[in-house]
T-cell receptor, first 118, second 110 residues
């Protein structure tokens, strides 16, 4: 149980295009999902918290107009990197926690999306 | 959330127990200790978590000291597939965020 699926797993695109990444909880419902970014040889950095039916909460220094988050259902959150540039190339990872479990229960992570901007 | 301190790297021979330490001296009473690992180019995988009692599951054991200022993750029989970065994270049970530190890079060798 507790499977989180991300799509696509790998994307390469030209500078200036927008890229959408999907995060789905396959066997549970998630009121809240989280988006992380990881640069090579670095740890995961939380970008934003995605809340179902309301606006996302962004971490300090993360541009909300650059990284658009939509959480329209209890099983799907999307991250759109708008007008992507080479410096946005990174490993993007989402996580979610089963809303039916106690708050101390762990988050479960997707396998990540590797984004390369040429 | 309380800050954690982990060794940068560790080596372990295959078949032996891997003991990964974590210091969290500023942990609060309502904060849990979570362990995740990240195999290269994959998302983090949940391993185990605990509040104050020792915990064991099919993957590992978690030993938390009585004062809760440190803990040890034990992989009883390490295999090559356990080579990964292991993250110790402290988080309040009611909090949402997980804050990742730099973790311990465990290398399991033949």
């Amino acid at each position: 149980g507790a499977v989180v699926s991300q799509h696509p797993s790998w994307v390469i695109c030209k500078s200036g295009t927008s890229v959408k990444i999907e995060c789905r909880s396959l066997d549970f419902q998630a009121t809240t999902m989280f988006w992380y970014r990881q640069f090579p040889k670095q740890s995961l950095m939380l970008m934003a918290t995605s809340n179902e039916g309301s606006k996302a909460t962004y971490e300090q220094g993360v541009e909300k107009d650059k990284f658009l988050i939509n959480h329209a259902s209890l099983t799907l959150s999307t991250l759109t990197v708008t007008s992507a540039h080479p410096e946005d190339s990174s490993f993007y990872i989402c996580s979610a926690r089963d809303r039916g479990q106690f708050s101390n229960q762990p988050q479960h992570f997707g396998d990540g999306t590797r984004l390369s901007i040429l | 959330d309380a800050k954690t301190t982990q060794p940068t790297s560790m080596d372990c021979a295959e078949g032996r127990a891997a003991n990964l330490p974590c210091n969290h001296s500023t942990i609060s009473g309502n904060e849990y200790v979570y362990w995740y690992r990240q195999i290269h180019s994959q998302g983090p995988q949940y391993i185990i978590h605990g509040l104050k009692n020792n915990e064991t599951n099919e993957m590992a054991s978690l030993i938390i000291t009585e004062d809760r200022k440190s803990s040890t993750l034990i992989l009883p029989h390490a295999t090559l597939r356990d080579t990964a970065v292991y993250y110790c994270i402290v988080r309040a049970g009611t909090a949402s965020k997980l804050t990742f530190g730099t973790g311990t890079r465990l290398q399991v060798t033949l």
